[in-house]
């Protein structure tokens, strides 16, 4: 996905680029250079100097600013340096839990030698007599060029037409860093801090909490850390956001950084969240996964399916800086100045694959959009702001759980033109979501996209959802939950660094704090009373009671001053997440069947791993005019799933409307 219009939003910090002392990109004065020795490979360029494992693959040294290595390495260890590894599967494995493997290749080449650029390769090809191998062929990258302070890597992935099918779950590169090294971590300007280590992870000195990756530390080797709670999902980002993110050595002050450029690669479109880095100290650019997403939206090859696709470059930039006051601040300035750096380049010139379109090979889509609802307006409004994108044909909505293509995403100016430029040659469907509206839209017709060509697509019509008038509403239609009331945590389980910070939804244990909040009797919430901000809990959980968990219901009461009785009624559902939650609505009777039901749905867990959204769930309740009373009226949301602290939903926006 490209994100074009962020740029325009970011501060420019350039001039911070020079403001850091670092080795001058100039010094190379013999070019990149390549060592290929019995089992293993060095590319320097008199600024770094990398070392890959051969014909493996896998990074086992960085050397930069003076550290002979940045990598926490052992060859006694498989998950240790810098590696690419999947989660996968094959249908009828008889196995509920992917298989986690790290990709190794099994032939080594050289792609490109130049004084200017280094290119390396290691591949390995499925062998079909192995049933139950990893299905596919893959071949993984890696890229020095002169002057750079950092390296590329991308990779290849190929499932090929006649082959069995496949189940991927995850994919990534990560990186492991020297924790004598690496103690401070950066993921947003607001999301820094000094970390524990990973030693205060582990019992005794902490305890688990409702699942392993939380940990609350009891007995840290630095008491700064005692009490908090420590989870890598707290450290999420969405796509659209997440472009840079690493860690900050301060003796010699040195940065690590991921850079992603672009998010063309990535699943799951601009709201999609994934895990950054977190304590180890790890590193990792996630290319596929299932978080916060489930198996609704899971990436499965059938049998004799043709896929392939090019996951990345992304670039591992280091940097460096003097005794400042502030180094971390430095250095982190200096990655999001290299981030937007990265981001204008592309695409890539550079990549040696013919995989990988470079710029001239690429096509671009303009149009302008309007929005077309006569219950707000007797004219079309500009869509402002509104999230446009490519990706491959489906069904409004269908980008969400898209996981095989490419996707390229834009934002609309006030007037509701947009412009998506470096779009890889296919055939595409152009999506759209509107902040402030509920519903998808998508452009009848599919797009093709030729290399060099552009496509003028006039202007298009989103009509929203809407049967009648607002009779009244409650949030605000951006997909998230994050505008109603999110409470404090209880103070065992309090990260510090979210302590009056705006994403104060990333604390740990705040499903707990609804049963603290409404200990007997459930959420009411009265039309023209209560203020959605204050009253309505940004999560619809279970209570516990003794050691069961029960199902939750929570009255809307509303006046109406007139009701067409032979007339239908709507109720908008839209959700920001759910996790095996089954809603039921009734209308002014608690006891009766209810009106409207649905299936059990979602296994995304953005309640657990504090992501305040995930995939959204839109739902219209059809509403017999006879049900209703003119004067009060009471509407019962019953989330009817019970038996799991994690099982519900978080709302979007929930809206009444007339006949």
């Keep these: 996905m490209v994100w074009n219009y962020l740029l325009k939003d970011i501060p420019n910090t350039h001039k911070l680029v020079t403001d850091l002392p670092t080795i001058p990109s100039a010094a190379s004065t013999q070019g990149v250079l390549l060592h290929v020795e019995y089992n293993q490979v060095i590319i320097s360029n008199d600024i770094i100097e990398l070392t890959i494992s051969k014909p493996e693959g896998r990074i086992t040294g960085i050397r930069y600013n003076g550290i002979d290595n940045l990598l926490q390495y052992s060859s006694n260890q498989s998950n240790l340096g810098g590696y690419w590894d999947l989660v996968w599967n094959f249908p009828g494995s008889g196995q509920k839990r992917g298989v986690f493997a790290i990709l190794e290749g099994a032939e080594f080449k050289v792609i490109v030698q130049k004084e200017h650029q280094v290119e390396v390769s290691f591949s390995r090809t499925w062998n079909p007599s192995l049933r139950n191998g990893v299905r596919l062929n893959v071949d993984i990258r890696y890229i020095v060029l002169l002057g750079s302070s950092g390296f590329y890597s991308y990779a290849i992935f190929e499932h090929k037409r006649g082959w069995p099918g496949l189940d991927l779950s995850e994919t990534r590169i990560a990186f492991k860093l020297r924790e004598d090294k690496f103690r401070y971590m950066a993921v947003a300007d607001d999301r820094r801090r000094k970390m524990p280590r990973a030693e205060d992870r582990q019992f005794p ?202 996707q390229f995403w834009t934002r609309s100016n006030p007037r509701g033109d947009f412009v998506i430029k470096n779009i890889r040659p296919g055939r595409y469907n152009l999506y759209a979501w509107v902040p402030g509206f509920i519903g998808d839209f998508m452009h009848k017709s599919t797009i093709t996209v030729n290399p060099g060509g552009s496509i003028k697509l006039g202007t298009l019509v989103f009509e929203p959802p809407r049967s009648g008038p607002t009779l009244w509403e409650i949030g605000v239609p951006d997909r998230s939950a994050a505008e109603f009331f999110v409470p404090d945590p209880r103070p065992e389980y309090v990260n510090r660094l979210f302590i009056n910070h705006p994403e104060k939804y990333r604390q740990y244990g705040l499903w707990e704090r609804y049963a603290d909040l409404y200990p007997k009797e459930d959420l009411v919430y009265k039309v023209g009373v209560s203020d959605y901000k204050r009253d309505w809990f940004f999560a619809h959980v279970t209570r516990k009671v003794g050691n069961s968990f029960e199902p939750t219901t929570w009255r809307i009461k509303f006046s109406l001053n007139f009701v067409e009785t032979s007339r239908t009624y709507t109720l908008r559902l839209a959700i920001a997440a759910a996790h095996y939650a089954r809603l039921e609505v009734r209308v002014n009777n608690p006891n009766g069947e209810p009106h409207f039901t649905t299936v059990a749905f979602g296994d995304g867990n953005a309640i657990a791993r504090h992501g305040i959204h995930g995939l959204q769930w839109n739902f219209d309740v059809r509403i017999e005019g006879r049900l209703l009373y003119t004067g009060e009226n009471t509407i019962y949301l019953t989330q009817a799933k019970g038996g799991h602290v994690f099982y519900g939903v978080m709302y979007d926006y929930l809206r009444l409307e007339g006949p």
């Design 205 to 406: 000195r902490a305890v688990t909490l409702a699942y392993k990756e939380a940990v609350r530390i009891v007995n840290p080797l630095e008491p700064e850390f005692k009490g908090e709670v420590d989870d890598k999902y707290q450290y999420t980002v969405a796509n659209k956001d997440s472009r840079v993110h690493g860690w900050i050595c301060s003796d010699p002050p040195t940065g690590f950084w991921v850079i992603t450029p672009s998010n063309e690669f990535r699943a799951g479109g601009p709201l999609r969240q994934e895990l950054t880095s977190h304590v180890g100290p790890t590193s990792l650019a996630i290319f596929l996964s299932d978080h916060y997403t489930g198996r609704s939206a899971h990436f499965r090859l059938e049998d004799g399916e043709h896929w392939k696709k090019v996951l990345g470059p992304i670039f591992i930039y280091l940097n460096s800086a003097a005794n400042q006051r502030d180094v971390a601040l430095h250095l982190w300035e200096n990655a999001k100045a290299q981030m937007q750096i990265e981001t204008k380049r592309w695409p890539y010139g550079f990549p040696a694959s013919l995989d990988f379109p470079k710029l001239n090979q690429r096509g671009l889509v303009f149009g302008k959009l309007m929005v077309r609802d006569r219950c707000i307006s007797k004219y079309d409004i500009h869509a402002e702001g509104a999230y446009i994108g490519l990706a491959l044909p489906g069904e409004p909505g269908s980008w969400q759980r898209e996981r095989k293509g490419y």
